[in-house]
Structures are given as structure tokens and as C-alpha cells.
DNA sequence: GATGATTACGGACGCCGTAAGCATA
DNA sequence: TATGCTTACGGCGTCCGTAATCATC
């Protein structure tokens, strides 16, 4: 029983559309992801209509500007394909380029915060001394993007997982695994859970959260992991500093998670025991085939 | 110590290059790609010529047309990417059109020779009548392009690995493994070594072998796998016919490397010991969320 | 009424085909 | 000499910017 379908000649989605609705995707406006891209507000406009005339699907929302089901699941493979095409380019120009003297290393805030960072690069520095090392911080989305171009070397990313989980595949770049720490959410002193001794998200799912994008995991994350809705954002928080998280959470404008490690002694936190959560560090390369240093940078950090 | 480099404004390479890269580097011939791609001669070479001067490497020899060091690496990220190209538009189209009422199924030759195959056919007939089942042969890329673009909704790819070790990751799809078996030279009746009861792949360096590509593992492949250089090809066979591949061989005309369970009774071959070597059938489907009949192939196939 | 997305239109650039050139077996 | 890759050039289509329009807060 062979049968011929009409063989549909679909042709190439344009990576350059991609590239804009990832953009707008995460900056949730058109006009926004324009500057972002040196574009008019027009183009990307025209850009976004011509990606959703191709595939006959609206792929997001106008006024607020969020992916639809379908923009959700075009998003899922077009951000690992962007970082496959940096990749692609990265790795092809590293063969005939000369490996540059300075090893550039990249942090997520709360992944440079971990014991083990610091004492890596001293290490790293005292054992090969003519080394220039420099080392660099940023969004998880940033750093992924800056080692599949190769602008980084190599990076330390954290993130928020079940134990044991890695964090989600970044396509063409391989991750290790370098530490998992238990999470706790920090509260105001006078929090009538603040006595417990363990707690559940979920009890937590009506409070009020500070959404801080780019330290604490999102609040979006945060109800995906624990598999509940609420969890609504009171104030926002644009920054990387914990110290002012924390002081912010501590004064009642909102709740957050952070893993344990990073809440010093004295503040009111609680740690979470359900679901299993785990604040998860890796370490994150390109594909350097005689990877020399990155090597001993791991062989440290495990 | 911070330092800022010069913003390297690197853009997109372009996948519309990559896509006829990839089709002159598997055919080994502008012309030939220009013909598949429906392009003239002189664009394919503009193309070609427009990647290298983008990424100021060169990526092909010229007669013959064979990738260079940097065009393999290339080829290594355009392939898994021009496959998530084509399965993101599959994965967000299947999301509005209704799914289609017949189901169809790929398979590589040898991986549709095992008899797990047509049972788990015939039961999955048997199970759901009024569904209509279509069955597609071809090679594995061909099949994994067809699954990634949504022409196909589940295939079975044959390929020879170390035992344990899964197929090549075929980027954005899933695989599942079904089988594994060993591996078997078919030798002429009167070679010299027909009477041993095992042997070593690299003892058949030397020897002259049938470069099968649609059938048999390719002799870079076995090349790969061995370690060792040689295995030159002494005839080249097209198609998909494991009785005239196991006739040619027979008859001395050159060696061929196939799975154990697809050989018959009474042709002389012998079991390859060193190295380790199975023949792996695998299951691959695409990102369908709700993978109903896939998920119940996969259930009487394991 | 202001902010921000859409539509209209013109100019520039890119890309492919035709055709001529050139190297290698 | 023939096959097959490269270079030259012209036309067509695409895509972005400017500018005007429309919708929503």
C-alpha cells in the first residue's frame, strides 16, 4: 500500500525573521526589538507579518505582545537554531583563526557567586601564570549566545531544575555539571510562614513575588516547575545584585527564590522541599576539540 | 580586569547557502546539486563563493569536490540545522492542521528487514482497522528530512554503531532504540579466511569491498569505526536489494559489511569480533506531543 | 491624545539566469 | 577536446526606510 502525496515544496524559513521574533518574543514589543536590531518599528512589523503569512499561523498577540501556541513552540526551536548558526560560524572560523592568548570566561550572577568560581580562576591563573584571563557577566540568554559565537570561551550558567536534571539543552554546546544546591525562598521577618521549617511552593503560589529576570529564576519558570498558576509579580527587579534582592524581599515588597548558598546568615528564608528543586551550575562550551584549558577549568570546578 | 572587545557585528550566515553546501558536499558536484535544487550551474558556484567569502574559508576542493578540514566541521552544524529548519515549520503547522487520518511510516531497508517490523505492522493494523497505514522506503537522510519536515510521521533507521551507543543525533528529533545485532562479512565461498569462525575488521583492510551506500555502511564509516585506512572500494552498488548486494559479494566481486539477521542460510559470512560493532534499528519520530499511535508502535516494537 | 502596531510606496540591494571565460582530465 | 567550475552582466524580486493610517490605553 504505497501511496504518493503531493510532495509539498515548502521552502526555508527565513532564519532572518527567527531572529526578529525571537527578539520580540522576548522583549514583548515590536518597537523595542526594532531598536534592539537597528530596524524601524515598520520592519519588524513587516518582518513578523511575512514569518506569520508564511506559516498561516498568528504567532503572537498584539497589545500585550505574547507568542501564541504556535509562536510558544516555534520559539522552542528557533532560539537552539540561532545558537546553532552562531555556532556554526564560531566553529568553522576557529580553524583557521589563532587561538587568542586571553581565555574569556562568562558568569551568570548567581553561578559566579558559588565558592568554587573564584578559587577556579585563582587556581587557573596561578598554574598557568602567562594566561590573560578575563572574566565577564551577564543573562543566561547573553552568555549562551556570546559562547556560540565565540565571543566566550566558556561560561558558568545556573538555573533552576528537579535534581538531577540538567538545564535546558543549549543544541550545539556541551554542559557539565558542576554543583546543585538546594533553594529557599526568602521572606519578610513578620511572614506568618516564617517559622516553618520547610514549605511547599505551591503554599506560596497566592503571596506576592518580585520578578527578578535576570538573577532569580522567572516567575513564568517558577509556576511551570511547580506545576501551579498565581504566583504574581508585585514588583520587578532589573539587576544582578542579591544583596538588593534580598533587602527588597526582606522589606515586604515581595517574595523570591534563591538558592541557599547565596542568602547570608540573619535573613529570614525558608527552604523549599516540594516539589525537589535544585539551583543547578554548569559549565558551558563551545566545541573546541582540543579544549586545554576549559579542560582544567572543569577538572577544577568538579 | 574587564575588557571590552571590538563588538564583532558577525550576521547570519545564510541557510539558503548552507541548504545547497550541504546537497554540493553529499553529491560531490556543483552541477549535480544545481540540478537536485532546481538552481543552473553558475548560481550553485556564485552560492558556494558567496559562503566562503562570508565565513573566508574554503570549505570544497575542487575536482574533485571534496569538503576541506572547515567544510566538514561545517557540514557538521548545517546538517542538525537545516533539520530543525524544517521540523520547526512541520511542529508549528501540525499544531492547526487537523492530523490526517493515515498514518506513514519510513524505513531504511535493512531496518525494515528485522522481523519485529512487519509484526508490529500487522498488530498495529489489526488494533486500530479504519486507520490507514502507509509505508515509505528510502535512505536515512532522506527518511530523517521527510520525519523532520512532517512527511513522514515515524520511521525506523538502521545504522552501525559501537553496542549501546546510539545513531548520530538527529538534532531535533527523537529516537528511540528497537534492536541491536551483530554484525557479518559476506565473503566469496573460497576466501582465505571463509573458514574462520571470527575475525578482525582490520584483517579486511586490504581486501576490495562493495561500496553500498544505500544498503551498507558506507566505507568512510567502516573506515571510522575501525580505525584503520583501506577498505577501498573494488565496485560501487546502488540500491537497496540485500539478495543482489549478498550475490555481488558472493561471487567475489568485493566485501560487504551487513547485520547478521539480514543474511540468509547457506552464504558464507563471518561474525566481525574487533571491534565491537552492532547493527542499531531505532525508532524516530518527531516532536507530536500527543503521540498516540507512534507511542503504541514503539510499545510493540520494544 | 499619545504610544505603538499596520499599511503604502519608492529606492536600493541582492540574487539568479544567460552567456562567455578558463582550467583540468 | 569536453566536462565542469568561474566570472561578467543585466533584469527582477525582495526588503528596508519614510510617511501616513489605524487602534488601543
Redesign the pocket.
Known amino acids: 500500500m504505497v501511496s504518493c502525496h503531493s510532495i509539498s515544496e515548502t521552502y526555508d524559513v527565513?532564519v532572518?525573521l527567527l531572529r526578529t521574533f525571537v527578539t520580540v518574543a522576548s522583549l514583548g514589543?515590536?518597537?523595542a526589538a526594532a531598536t534592539e536590531l537597528?530596524?524601524?518599528?515598520?520592519?519588524v512589523?513587516?518582518?513578523?507579518?511575512?514569518l506569520e503569512n508564511d506559516l498561516k499561523v498568528q504567532l503572537l498577540t498584539?497589545?500585550p505582545?505574547v507568542p501564541t501556541e504556535a509562536g510558544a513552540r516555534l520559539l522552542e526551536h528557533a532560539e537552539p537554531l540561532l545558537l546553532r548558526l552562531d555556532a556554526a560560524r564560531a566553529d568553522v572560523v576557529r580553524l583557521t583563526s589563532t587561538p587568542p592568548a586571553t581565555l574569556t570566561v562568562g558568569v551568570t550572577p548567581l553561578a559566579g557567586a558559588i565558592p568554587a568560581f573564584p578559587a577556579a580562576i585563582a587556581a587557573l591563573r596561578n598554574r598557568m601564570p602567562r594566561l590573560d584571563i578575563t572574566v565577564k557577566s551577564g543573562t543566561r540568554q547573553r552568555i549562551a549566545t556570546a559562547v556560540a559565537r565565540g565571543d566566550l570561551d566558556i561560561a558558568l550558567l545556573d538555573g533552576l531544575v528537579a535534581p538531577g536534571d540538567s538545564l535546558p539543552e543549549q543544541a550545539p554546546l556541551t554542559a557539565i555539571g558542576i554543583a546543585e544546591t538546594p533553594v529557599a525562598v526568602v521572606l519578610p521577618r513578620d511572614h506568618p510562614l516564617a517559622t516553618r521549617p520547610a514549605l511547599r511552593l505551591t503554599d506560596l503560589a497566592d503571596a506576592r513575588w518580585i520578578e527578578a529576570q535576570d538573577v532569580a529564576p522567572s516567575l513564568a519558570e517558577i509556576r511551570r516547575l511547580s506545576g501551579a498558576e498565581g504566583f504574581r509579580s508585585a514588583l520587578g527587579y532589573q539587576g544582578t545584585d542579591t544583596q538588593t534582592l534580598i533587602a527588597l524581599a526582606t522589606a515586604g515588597h515581595g517574595l523570591t527564590l534563591l538558592p541557599a548558598t547565596a542568602i547570608p546568615e540573619g535573613v529570614t528564608a525558608i527552604a523549599v522541599t516540594t516539589p525537589r528543586l535544585a539551583h543547578r551550575v554548569e559549565l558551558l562550551h563551545g566545541t573546541l576539540r582540543k579544549a586545554s584549558a576549559p579542560a582544567a577549568l572543569a577538572a577544577m570546578l568538579g
Open positions: 527565513d532572518h514589543s515590536f518597537s537597528g530596524y524601524t518599528q515598520a520592519a512589523s513587516q518582518q513578523i507579518a511575512a498584539r497589545r505582545v
